[in-house]
């Protein structure tokens, strides 16, 4: 006989959504995987670099957005 689980009441009311870093990492990775297979196909004739480039170009915007918004919280 299996006992029940117990769950305490707040992870009952957390919604299950993903969110905005890992929906940002998510469309890096396809955006990346999409650019890899046209450059492997021929499809485009990109430097290996601009294939790769959506994930350092996301760390960069993401960098940045952390650091404009510690300011401001800092500002405050």
């Known amino acids: ?6 769950t305490s009441k707040q992870n009952l009311k ?3 959504i993903i969110n905005k870093m890992s929906k940002n990492n998510l469309f890096v990775t396809i955006v990346t995987a999409l ?4 450059k492997l196909t021929s499809v485009i004739d990109w ?3 601009w294939v790769f480039s959506p994930a350092p170009i996301s760390f960069v915007i993401g960098f940045i957005k952390g650091f404009v918004k510690s300011v401001k919280k800092h500002a405050k």
């Open 1 to 6: 006989m299996h006992s029940p689980r117990t």
């Open 35 to 38: 650019l890899v297979t046209l």
């Open 14 to 16: 957390k919604p299950l």
């Open 47 to 49: 430097s290996w670099l």
